[in-house]
């Protein structure tokens, strides 16, 4: 069956037909490494890894890119405020090339611990500011560019097509980008290819160019770095939707007024991660990163199947309720395919009619545009045949596992070292001292926090409810 993925620039499901056969180039927008990666961000890489898996599924051989912005990117991205990056090394009073190396280095930690298969290629932008420069050369050329107060702007009025992504007006498009007046500007929209030395005198990272010393603006990088390593087309492109009005337009306007023709087939989208005050951000101070989630006895893996659960286009609301519900689900789902894996010694697979119809099933679901929702729905299927023996049911678990990422099929381990029956044990006092609290029977509240701590296990009671830790 075709595989069917959701295009922002169609705005509708299309059946997807790579530029080659058997092949697909394909490229992510990757962090500007400032600081860590909150959930939320953790959730359009976790979208775009199903993705990846999905493609790989098929038998496609899949040629991914995701970038590391480590310059050029300013508060907004409408081109004002500070570079991102000189504000992290401000913040901890370190050089920028530390802070990117350390927050790049966690960020890919972040991807390993969510079982995220890393891209083939990681460019960094700080290396690549040579093809930067020859792609603004090359807009020049076409006659795309003016020059303003020394700074290269791109001249949107000259690309016809500009909101073709976004499928705004000219009107709504400086209403949703949030376009902060430049008075260079001859189109409130048009962007900064490169910014000189005269804006920006005290920025640390400059380089020479045929414009003066100065450093690039944020969009260019992805164009120019996805050019060299992928070719002048693309099959995907992805990132989050706040990516949409601003940066994939601009990305869609340099790309193609240079290369003069389509650059990217098809473009996809995640959706935001949402606390119940709003979007996560960074800049409000209101985000979570994984180590929080960890901290708090989650394990990554809990994240990843809370993702899951949900359509990578629909808004996903964050709470450590629903998390800790997703953690019993998953810790359920592992006992039972425990339980399967632990019996197959001398079976052997007889039913392959059988398999081969499930695995059918599961994959008209994950290329109905991802659908994993209804991929653990076959999953749940598979446990409950009485007619497949473990063996044949555990060959299932691990196919449909190439897509979850959730490694269903190894021994439940702990992070914290207990067995499943010592963590339900501490759950279970954990639900009688809070009972004993709301009966206002704090002795007995007190004596369970008590023997726990002579366990070194060490309650924390939050707005959340009450969490506990292993106390070193």
Request: aromatic letters at 10%; hydrophobic letters at 35%; one cysteine or more.
């Amino acid at each position: 069956m075709p595989l069917k993925i959701y295009n922002t620039l169609k705005k509708r499901e299309e059946e997807f037909t790579p530029i080659e056969e058997g092949k697909v180039k394909m490229y992510t927008c990757g962090p500007t490494v400032y600081n860590y990666a909150h959930i939320g961000n953790l959730r359009t890489y976790i979208f775009e890894d199903v993705l990846k898996r999905t493609l790989k599924y098929n038998g496609y051989e899949v040629n991914h890119v995701m970038n590391i912005t480590d310059v050029g990117h300013l508060q907004s991205d409408a081109d004002t405020g500070e570079d991102k990056m000189e504000l992290g090394a401000k913040r901890e009073n370190k050089s920028i090339i530390d802070i990117a190396r350390y927050y790049e280095d966690e960020f890919l930690k972040d991807l390993k611990k969510l079982n995220i298969i890393i891209a083939n290629k990681i460019p960094r932008a700080t290396e690549h500011v040579k093809e930067m420069i020859d792609l603004i050369k090359k807009l020049e050329e076409r006659g795309y560019t003016y020059i303003a107060n020394g700074n290269v702007y791109f001249s949107i009025d000259k690309f016809p097509e500009y909101n073709k992504l976004a499928n705004l007006s000219m009107e709504d498009l400086i209403a949703g980008s949030r376009v902060d007046v430049d008075s260079f500007k001859r189109n409130p929209l048009d962007f900064v290819l490169w910014f000189v030395n005269s804006k920006y005198e005290n920025h640390i990272l400059q380089w020479e160019s045929p414009w003066g010393v100065g450093f690039p603006g944020w969009h260019v990088e992805c164009s120019a770095m996805a050019i060299k390593y992928l070719g002048e087309y693309m099959d995907i492109h992805c990132g989050g939707i706040d990516h949409i009005p601003v940066h994939h337009t601009n990305e869609i306007a340099q790309s193609e007024g240079a290369l003069g023709h389509k650059w990217v087939n098809y473009w996809m989208h995640g959706e935001f991660l949402v606390l119940d005050r709003g979007k996560m951000s960074k800049s409000s101070g209101s985000f979570i990163t994984l180590n929080t989630l960890i901290e708090n006895n989650i394990d990554p893996l809990v994240y990843r199947y809370y993702v899951l659960q949900s359509k990578y286009r629909k808004p996903l609301l964050f709470s450590y309720e629903r998390l800790e519900e997703s953690k019993k689900s998953l810790s359920s789902l592992k006992q039972k395919i425990n339980t399967v894996i632990s019996e197959v010694e001398g079976l052997e697979i007889y039913k392959e009619d059988k398999i081969n119809k499930y695995k059918e099933e599961f994959k008209s679901f994950i290329n109905d545009d991802l659908n994993m929702a209804n991929g653990f729905t076959v999953l749940h299927e598979v446990l409950k045949d009485y007619e497949l023996n473990n063996l044949e049911k555990k060959a299932l678990i691990e196919d449909f596992d190439e897509i979850f990422g959730l490694n269903l099929a190894e021994e439940i381990k702990n992070e914290v070292g207990l067995n499943e029956k010592e963590i339900l044990r501490i759950e279970e006092l954990i639900k009688e001292r809070e009972e004993a609290r709301k009966m206002k029977n704090f002795a007995r509240s007190d004596e369970i926090r008590d023997l726990l701590l002579n366990e070194k296990i060490e309650l924390l009671d939050t707005r959340e409810g009450t969490k506990w830790k292993i106390k070193l």
